[in-house]
């Protein structure tokens, strides 16, 4: 069917859950049947208005306390959502500004197993040799300590790893009717991986169908550089997003931007060319908004350029670069 069909179609819909507006903010009550696990055209589980702010929930990347509820969930990273910003349109940009997350269970867990992970054979990597057993470890979280610690399983060795709450998935509907799975990360967004999707930062991504249809989920308790074997901390959260738009900014990679830094995020196989993608993407943001010539900010990047591994696992791969605002001129 037609993308203007679909839309026509599937979004005009009546909002299914009880709803509360209080001084701009917009309460949505997680129901586990509402979950998703694709990004793509899907009726809205609500309208809400630029500069309002989502405050939900959201459940682990198994969707473990879905289960314990009755309820299976059919694939990775289940996803709350989506909610259609009203007025935004094709061409527009959607600004996700992170007000608050926070874990929202007493453990979370990590886990490593056959066919994922940057040291394991799979489908995109095969190599010789048996496949890393399934195996999964939990992690006692202390919210008042803001801590989770780390238990050895084939030792008595423990350590206490600070936590850094951010939301492993965070994406909009992609272009061209597609959907796509709550596994992947791409241009719209998706299963980033990104700590930059954390309090403090505004993330930024391009409006593919009228209304966005943002979705995000899979929270991160904490995790390093490269999510090497394929998990973070995985938890449910407890979150408030504030949308707004940028009319008429179109933007063709997701960017975050906090007081200090504006950050471009290139996202392809292989690690190079998701390196390519985000430098690039800075070089024609410095460009347009502060004035730099592309040449000059990219012999400039070669000298104060920052970059962020964020994930090397999933379908795609994520790298951030970034400059802090202190060697740029003055924003325009």
Request: one cysteine or more; aromatic letters at 10%.
């Amino acid at each position: 069917m037609k993308l203007a069909f679909l839309c026509a179609f599937l979004l005009p819909c009546v909002e299914t859950v009880s709803l509360a507006q209080t001084g701009g903010v917009r309460h949505y009550e997680l129901n586990y049947k509402d979950l998703k696990t694709v990004y793509g055209v899907l009726p809205p589980v609500m309208h809400v208005k630029p500069g309002e702010t989502i405050a939900t929930t959201t459940v682990d990347a198994d969707g473990k306390e879905a289960e314990k509820a009755g309820f299976k969930v059919n694939g990775p990273n289940p996803l709350t959502g989506p909610f259609y910003v009203d007025g935004a349109e094709p061409g527009d940009m959607l600004k996700v500004k992170f007000i608050s997350i926070e874990v929202n269970a007493k453990e979370g867990f990590g886990a490593a197993g056959p066919g994922f992970g940057a040291l394991n054979s799979s489908s995109y990597t095969p190599v010789l040799g048996g496949p890393i057993p399934k195996t999964e470890w939990t992690y006692p979280v202390d919210k008042a300590a803001n801590i989770a610690t780390f238990h050895a399983k084939d030792s008595n060795f423990s350590v206490k790893i600070p936590l850094h709450p951010f939301l492993g998935c965070v994406g909009v509907a992609p272009a061209e009717g597609e959907s796509r799975s709550s596994i992947v990360p791409a241009e719209f967004g998706g299963n980033m991986d990104a700590p930059e999707a954390s309090v403090g930062n505004t993330l930024y991504l391009p409006v593919n169908v009228p209304g966005a249809l943002l979705s995000f989920g899979d929270g991160h308790a904490a995790m390093g550089d490269g999510e090497v074997d394929g998990t973070a901390i995985e938890i449910s959260m407890k979150v408030q997003l504030q949308v707004d738009l940028v009319k008429k900014k179109k933007i063709a990679w997701p960017r975050f931007e906090n007081e200090n830094y504006i950050m471009a995020v290139g996202i392809y196989r292989p690690l190079d060319d998701a390196l390519r993608i985000s430098y690039t993407e800075l070089i024609h943001w410095i460009h347009d908004s502060y004035g730099l010539s592309e040449m000059d900010a990219y012999e400039l990047l070669s000298k104060v350029g920052e970059v962020h591994l964020d994930e090397m696992v999933d379908p795609n791969y994520v790298v951030v670069a970034k400059v802090n605002k202190k060697f740029l001129p003055a924003a325009h």
